[in-house]
């Protein structure tokens, strides 16, 4: 028995084999460093990226320490966004799935409120949300905070970048002072040191490399002369590698819509993600980008964190991070999974002094090349393409309700059929390019669990 084995730790026979159910053979370092520690009931304030395992860690540590008996609000997780809310809230049901009557509920921004105070009238034993919301159901006293044992700050950085400041202490002063606190992070600032003495009591710190190796990584540093515009140079990244799944990283809202602009008058499948997006819009632009029905993302830092897509084939730099730990983390997208991926970075001439803090801290020379010449033909197209419902959890529409309308009833092909996400009020879902007319016409004309919902091509 090896000291990265659930095994080890002191955890229910049910919650062991439910692990191994869902995969979990061995503890990812953050896990085995920080497991023991939270099991203890210590604080810890854990530097770790995503993708490390963060959520199972402190997922499996409030599990075990819930008191099911007691049906109240006895764990908060706090996350930057409503995406990574959802992602976490899912995570901690399929390992709560061996402990019986476990009620997560999440409370996010975005959504109507009024389905959120009916849940919570019927009330739950581990909150998921986003410091916006939680802060307003503090505020009209349907959110009781006075039971809760344990508080999980996630991503705790990006949350300061997106302004959470004054919600993240509304949110610590309405806990009690008695509990434990597990604040993650991706990068470790200043702002994350006093958030940790204002909200901690000697808390152990992990700092975990990254489990994502950059050996995969083909990185290329292309120097631009004066002049030279930035979005045209993307184009020609795009046509001379053309990657299928890509994200152009850009660090203001202005220029990632530019970018964006560019390549749709170009005939390239892209979409923008920043900060002026509704909700619903982010949904969208999300929901297409990982069922592969949009080749080209074009994202903020702040936007873009948590994201987390398999087989990214290359992430472009129109300008280089101000952080070179951020530059890191940014390329780490790709490559993973033993599969090779495409790291390019823009370097104008005012970028000089940025580009060598980044070849400082990575240790290694760097090499600026010209930009490759090409035809300007990008040719990349999405294999699929993205069909609205308008119905979803609320209406209790499942994936299988819609694998079984497409197939059963259409007749088409399960394989052509991908990626379906559901939300409260609308489901979409990805189909191959060769059946999308046949599957839209489908959904228009016919039915999902006996009722007809309206649907349209995104």
Known sequence: MTATNFSSLFLSA????????????????????????????????????????????????????????????QSLVLCPTREL??????????IARATHNVKVLTLCGGVSIGPQLGSLEHGAHIIVGTPGRIVDHIEKGSLKLENVKQLVLDEADRMLDMGFADALKVVLDACPSERQTLLFSATYPDEIKKISAHCQKNPQEIHVESVHSDAHIEQHFYELREGDQKDVAVQKLLAHFKPQSSIVFCNTKIQCQEVCDLLRAQRINALALHG?????????????????????????????????????????????????????????????????????????????????????????????????????NIGIMPEMVTLHIDGGKKDKVRPGDIIGALTKEAGLEFEKIGKIDIFEFSAYVAVHQSIAKQALQHLQDGKIKGRKFRARKL
């Open 85 to 94: 809310a959802d992602q976490v809230a899912k995570e901690i049901r399929r």
């Open 276 to 376: 002026d997006l509704e909700q619903k819009e982010r949904d969208q632009v999300l929901v297409r980008f990982a069922n592969r029905s949009c080749s080209v993302l074009i994202a903020t830092d702040v936007a873009a964190r948590g994201i987390d897509v398999k087989g990214l084939d290359a992430v472009i730099n129109v300008e280089l991070a101000h952080d070179s730990e951020v530059h890191v983390h940014r390329i780490g997208r790709t490559g993973r999974a033993g599969e090779n991926g495409l790291a390019l970075s823009l370097i104008a001439p005012k970028e000089l002094g940025r580009l060598n803090r980044l070849e400082d801290y990575l240790q290694k020379p760097i090499t600026l090349e010209n930009l490759p010449e090409n035809d300007g």
């Open 14 to 73: 049910e919650m062991l084999s439910n692990l191994e159910s869902l995969g979990y053979n061995e503890m990812t370092p953050i896990q085995a460093q920080s497991l023991p520690i939270i099991l203890q009931g210590q604080d810890i304030i854990a530097k770790a990226k995503t993708g490390s395992g963060k959520t199972a860690a402190f997922g499996i540590g409030l599990l075990a320490q819930l008191d099911v008996k007691k049906f109240a609000i």
